[in-house]
């Protein structure tokens, strides 16, 4: 499986930014795929998640009500809509897929497959 992501950039805090990760290869074996960010000087953090079949979403607390996960099968592709984006937000942004459904969510061990990064930079 391969994960291409996209749609970061330079944005002023309030604004509004969409990631888009597109998946290739054996997308069939899929069970999720999620976003992790990691900021300079920080560890990767979870932030989202969506079973690829069912559809089911998980948030961490942080962006709950700011980030909106979605998926299109048709495409292959998962959206992160991000909403509000306040300067702490700034960080690469990384999809990841998970095709076991064996470990915790929030853990970035749990996945198998990551995209490039992209950077998402917001100023305030």
């Known amino acids: 499986v391969q994960l291409q992501a996209s749609g970061g950039g330079l944005v002023q805090a309030g604004g509004s930014l969409r990631l888009s990760c597109t998946a290739s290869?054996?997308?069939?074996?899929?069970?999720?795929i999620g976003w992790l960010r990691q900021a300079p000087g920080k560890e990767r953090e979870f932030l989202a998640r969506i079973n690829w079949s069912a559809g089911a979403t998980y948030y961490t607390d942080s962006v709950k009500g700011r980030f909106t996960i979605s998926r299109d099968n048709a495409k292959n592709t998962v959206y992160l809509q991000m909403d509000s984006l306040k300067p702490e937000d700034t960080a690469v942004y990384y999809c990841?897929?998970?095709?076991?459904?064996?470990?915790?969510?929030?853990?970035?061990?749990?996945?198998?497959?990551w995209g490039q990064g992209t950077l998402v930079t917001v100023s305030s």
């Open positions: 290869g054996r997308t069939s074996s899929l069970y999720a």
């Open positions: 990841a897929a998970d095709g076991y459904n064996s470990g915790s969510i929030y853990s970035q061990d749990t996945y198998n497959y």
